[in-house]
């Protein structure tokens, strides 16, 4: 309710955003355009750079694009399931579930390259063996855990970029996943399906397990079932008439600005650490009581 335009900007969706155009901008003046990235390369993903220590290339991979297209896709799908993602699980488990998509979904293409380059010789295989670039691992990871929060959820897709086609959200996944199986089963196209596989797999194991670990510094414990919750500072609530004399109570007793300064800005610095499914029944009381507030302003 509080947030300015500057912090609407700070949003790790659009920083994704920029950061990709941005790196697009640098391949083209670096490999001229379409881009063309050598096997070898320092910033491309593949088995051999791997096996040579280029250990960066799990992240720098995925701010590589083929093309225009290519990058405009993968910016499209960021957008449309990192904003509600971001939303829901406070920004740094989204940059966790997206990070670790792209890079899971990197390590399984580059290990079916190595795969292919040691024990076949057929030029199929030989497909997996190629440098790898995008975001779309990441992305794949978006759309799972966004499937996997929110499965009956409609989306409207263009099939063909003509044809309008609703579908739930656990039915997209589903489709992408055998997609992605059969791209990599019979490979047709420079599609990284393996890619894509690796980060989906990984959106579904983030939403469905690690969202439950406690996430604190040194151990991963998990805290029985539900996400972890931080300690906030928020006055004591009035329930009915019988504390209506009491001070501290947050409905009635607070002028505006300082109910939204003590009671509601530590919620909505939860909200963004943590995501609003961390909300307590009481949080959102307040802010429920906060926006009656604002109406009246």
């Known amino acids: 309710m509080r947030t300015s335009p500057f912090e609407a900007r700070r949003s790790a969706t659009l920083m994704l955003l920029v950061a990709n155009a941005v790196a697009f901008v640098f391949e083209c003046l670096r490999y001229g355009y379409p881009p063309r990235f050598p096997h070898g390369d320092y910033l491309a993903l593949s088995w051999a750079g791997l096996s040579h220590g280029y250990v960066w290339q799990l992240v720098t991979f995925q701010f590589m694009h083929g093309g225009l297209l290519h990058l405009l896709f993968n910016c499209w799908a960021i957008f449309i399931f990192g904003r509600e993602l ?6 740094k488990r989204f940059l966790t579930l997206y990070f670790s998509s792209g890079v899971i979904g990197g390590l399984v293409q580059a290990g079916a390259g190595g795969l292919a380059t040691h024990f076949s010789t057929n030029d199929w295989m030989l497909h997996f063996a190629a440098p790898t670039v995008g975001a779309s691992a990441g992305a794949f990871g978006l759309l799972a855990g966004f499937a996997m929060l929110y ?19 656990k039915f997209l996944l589903l489709f992408s996943g055998l997609l992605a199986l059969f791209g990599v089963l019979f490979p047709v196209s420079n599609i990284a399906d393996a890619a894509h596989l690796g980060g989906m797999a990984t959106g579904i194991i983030f939403v469905r397990y690690a969202l439950h670990w406690d996430w604190r510094w ?16 928020v006055g004591a609530g009035s329930s ?12 009635d007793d607070l002028p505006p600005d300082e109910f939204l300064s003590k009671e509601v800005d530590p919620i909505l610095d939860k909200i963004s650490a943590q995501g ?11 802010l429920e009581v906060a926006r009656e507030k604002m109406g009246r302003r």
């Open 86 to 91: 971001e939303e829901a699980l406070g920004w």
């Open 218 to 233: 040194p151990s991963l414990r998990r805290s029985g079932g539900k996400p972890p919750l931080r300690l906030v500072k």
């Open 276 to 286: 609003i499914q961390s909300l307590t029944e009481r949080e959102r009381r307040i």
């Open 151 to 169: 499965p009956e959820r409609r989306l409207m897709l263009l099939l063909f970029f003509v044809i309008p086609l609703s579908m739930r959200a």
């Open 240 to 251: 009915g008439r019988w504390n209506r004399g009491k001070t501290g109570s947050t409905d």
